[in-house]
């Protein structure tokens, strides 16, 4: 056998292995809730406590990211980095702010809301599009993009660690002094795995730490929506 026939053989084989990984990521598609909260903000509690309620329902992924720009106040965030606030920062022009707010809750990248009112998110999850980019998998030590459309020609992807479950938070100091904040699905890393151009894609997937879950997301660059998202 050629190497020209060789390299077609394990090609060929390579994307049958890719096709296979996908199989798992026909599921239902997420709904991804982002909350971007902090420990200094004072009208952050009543949305760290929605976000509570929406995190269990089937379909969606439920984050919190905590900010860091409320840390003058008094009270440094203990789980508040600048990648979390960058994060929010590029969503706002998209969405037509001219700059971050807490409490926010931004729902498959494209649509946002305050979050604070009772029913606010589950509203804004209801009345939201759900993802429908490339087939997404994490499975066999690797991450799995399927073939499609990509707008632009490119998007981002997002390695997202994160502590399933509610932490509770007693604070000190700030606006907050002396409550203990609930925290659901506290988001501690966010790396950027690399591009997804259209093509059927794999990148291998780092072991997790310190029993953290892993979420990964296919995202426009720039703040744009979340085409494709999956958990472990």
Known sequence: MS??????VLSSLGAVALAASLGAAAAQPLTVVELFTSQGCSSCPPANANLIKVKDQPGVLALSFNVTYWDYLGWKDTFGKQEF????VSYEPPLGHDGPFTPQVVVNGH???????PGEIEHLIKAT????GPAL?????????????????KADVWLVRY??????VPVARGENTG???????????????????GGATAYPLPATQGGLS????VQSPGGGPILAAATN
């Open 3 to 8: 190497n020209r026939s060789k390299l077609a």
């Open 85 to 88: 606030t960058q994060r929010q």
């Open 214 to 217: 892993t979420a990964v997301l």
């Open 111 to 117: 649509a946002d809301v305050v979050g604070a009112a």
């Open 137 to 153: 998998s994490l499975a066999g030590g690797k991450v799995a993009i399927g073939a499609g459309a990509a707008p632009g020609g």
């Open 129 to 132: 599009a759900k993802t429908g």
């Open 163 to 168: 502590a399933k479950g509610v932490v509770q």
């Open 179 to 197: 409550r203990t904040l609930p925290h659901a699905n506290v988001v501690h890393a966010l790396t950027k795995l690399g591009s997804w151009t």
